[in-house]
């Protein structure tokens, strides 16, 4: 079974400032998706960004990026221009040839006017 | 669109008592998710329907639980009988099919076990 390991449970960022989430998992599989999900407080789990492993260039979604090193298996995500709104949950989840989806245990992400 | 429905949004039961939940996915999403969400941890996938057959249980604790989706459309998650240990909330989602496809959640439905 993949496991998902997010080791920051708590990140805080000062408005319009950069702030980075780790995420590393473990697999022996080549061929897999990886994906960002936000959980705004409200519960409704929304899409940010995803990765196809077999893609070299790094994902990215206007403010969001992603650094996907592959053989170092860790997916970090890049949250530019930090606003208000970009305060919740964020999860690193992992989706296998075999279409199951492990989330790892989330990072909460507060933004400090 | 309309997003996955679900409800109730909340349930307060006692242990040893019985709950359902209701999910009602995107129009045309094939595949169909339940999620048991623990607080502070991350999602955990309950179990897993193709159309009206289930792909995935094998986390499902099929003693306590079950779950159906009769015509391949909406889905209930049932417990029974409830213990303390399933308080958290349960998250049903969807997507068009298996694969890469990106999954939408629903609210959720916080269960809370006294």
């Known amino acids: 079974a993949q496991t998902v390991t997010q080791s920051q449970p708590e990140m805080s960022v000062q408005e319009a400032e950069t702030v980075t989430l780790s995420c590393t998992y473990d697999t022996s599989e080549s061929d897999y998706y990886l994906f960002w999900y936000k959980q705004p407080p409200s519960r409704q789990m929304i899409l940010v960004i995803r990765q196809e492993a077999y893609k070299q260039q790094n994902a990215t979604e206007n403010r969001f990026s992603v650094n996907f090193q592959k053989a170092a298996k860790s997916f970090s995500l890049k949250i530019s221009d930090s606003q208000l709104g970009d305060a919740a949950m964020y999860f690193c989840?992992?989706?296998?040839?075999?279409?199951?989806?492990?989330f790892g245990a989330g990072t909460t992400v507060t933004v400090r006017a | 669109e309309a997003g996955v429905a679900q409800s109730p949004r909340y349930k307060i039961i006692e242990k040893r008592q019985s709950v359902a939940f209701w999910c009602n996915p995107i129009?045309?999403?094939?595949?169909l998710y339940w999620y048991q969400q623990i607080l502070g941890q991350g999602p955990k996938l309950l179990i897993q329907f193709q159309n009206n057959g289930v792909v995935d249980d094998s986390q499902l604790p099929k003693d306590r639980f079950s779950a159906e989706r009769l015509k391949g459309v909406d889905s209930t998650l049932k417990i029974q009988p409830a213990k303390l240990e399933d308080s958290a909330v349960y998250l049903c989602?969807?997507?068009?099919?298996?694969?890469?496809?990106?999954?939408?959640f629903g609210p959720g439905t916080r269960l809370t076990v006294t």
């Open positions: 129009s045309g999403h094939a595949t």
């Open positions: 989602a969807s997507s068009f099919r298996q694969g890469g496809y990106e999954q939408y």
């Open positions: 989840a992992y989706r296998s040839e075999y279409y199951k989806l492990s």
